[in-house]
């Protein structure tokens, strides 16, 4: 069965420091995002990209975070000068169809902390 | 925007009990309604969802409701199994091009 895959599944790292989380979406699927769980809380939406831009961000999505399809496979989150409060799981989803009306899937998820 | 708030957040059931779990959403607009399961160490896998222009869905022992008129949604799994505890959230969407707005999760424990 495809499925998405998020690597690494951890990274330990200290705050004010570049991290780049890597995914690879579903072959065929044309829809990709990001989300976030902090410990405890809910899953938060981050940003969706299609056709090779973003299509939509939250609020949380600000000029410390970037996203990217480097090639073909791979969609990778960069977080810029990490902050403690970006201690999270990210979870990488893609669709084969607009993510409102069909099925995420999604990835298991990179435990970022920030020291 | 949409706000989606859950309850219980934890949740313990006796194996071969019924459990139920519920949603409201505060966005009008939003007319698909997934329910994920979230096992330990994984990411969430849909296991049912809904849409606007029908009141209820089953799938073997899981079935989900919807009542448009009060915003609210109810995940009913019967007959739960050890293998059912995990972490469920539900979400709620416009379908198009909007991103999924998930409640904060409930954690279903069953007892063997």
């Known amino acids: 069965e495809p499925e998405v895959t998020q690597t690494p599944s951890h990274q330990v790292t200290q705050m004010g420091q570049e991290v780049i989380l890597r995914c690879v979406p579903i072959?065929?699927?044309?829809?990709f995002y990001w989300y976030r769980q902090i410990l405890g809380q809910k899953v938060e939406f981050l940003v969706s990209?299609?056709?090779?831009?973003?299509?939509?961000k939250s609020e949380i999505f600000d000029d410390q975070f970037s996203v990217e399809r480097p090639d073909g496979s791979n969609f990778t989150l960069k977080i810029r000068s990490t902050k403690l409060e970006d201690s999270a799981m990210y979870f990488c989803?893609?669709?084969?169809?607009?993510?409102?009306?069909?099925?995420?899937?999604f990835g298991e998820g990179s435990r970022l902390t920030v020291l | 925007g949409e706000n989606v708030e859950q309850h219980p957040s934890t949740l313990s059931v006796q194996e071969g009990d019924s459990a139920v779990i519920k949603c409201t959403y505060s966005?009008?607009?939003?007319?698909?309604f997934p329910w994920y399961k979230q096992e330990l160490g994984k990411g969430p896998q849909l296991i049912i969802d809904?849409?606007?222009?029908?009141g209820e869905k089953k799938d073997q022992r899981i079935a989900v409701t919807l009542n448009k008129t009060a915003k609210h949604f109810s995940l009913h799994i019967t007959e739960t199994q050890p293998e059912d505890s995990a972490v469920y959230f539900c979400?709620?969407?416009?379908?198009?091009?909007?991103?999924?707005?998930f409640g904060k999760g409930t954690r279903l424990s069953v007892i063997a």
């Open positions: 966005d009008s607009a939003s007319n698909y």
């Open positions: 979400a709620a969407s416009q379908s198009g091009n909007t991103p999924l707005v």
């Open positions: 809904i849409r606007s222009n029908v």
């Open positions: 989803a893609s669709s084969g169809t607009s993510g409102g009306a069909g099925e995420l899937f």
């Open positions: 072959s065929n699927h044309l829809y």
């Open positions: 990209f299609y056709n090779n831009e973003i299509s939509e």
